[in-house]
């Protein structure tokens, strides 16, 4: 007997695509491929938002360089 591949999302088996246009590869429909991107999508906003006190006091440096070049560049 041979085993269908697995949707990672659901489990459930993909039967192999007869339609192009209908071939989620390897998920089961277009909703588990768009539940797949959204996992990965939230994984890396949790990276980004993770706060860091050095990168912080970087960021509030280089935004007090930015108000200087705004100040030359308005001298003119
Ligand atoms: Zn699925």
Known sequence: M???PECPICQKA???ATDPASNYAPFCS???KEVDL???CEGRYAIVEKLDPARQ???LAS???AEL???LL???
């Open 74 to 76: 308005t001298d003119e």
């Open 30 to 32: 277009r909703r588990c």
């Open 69 to 71: 070049e705004d100040e």
């Open 2 to 4: 041979i085993r269908l």
């Open 57 to 59: 006091l970087e960021e």
């Open 14 to 16: 993909v039967a192999p």
């Open 63 to 65: 935004g007090q360089d």
């Open 38 to 40: 959204i996992r990965w």
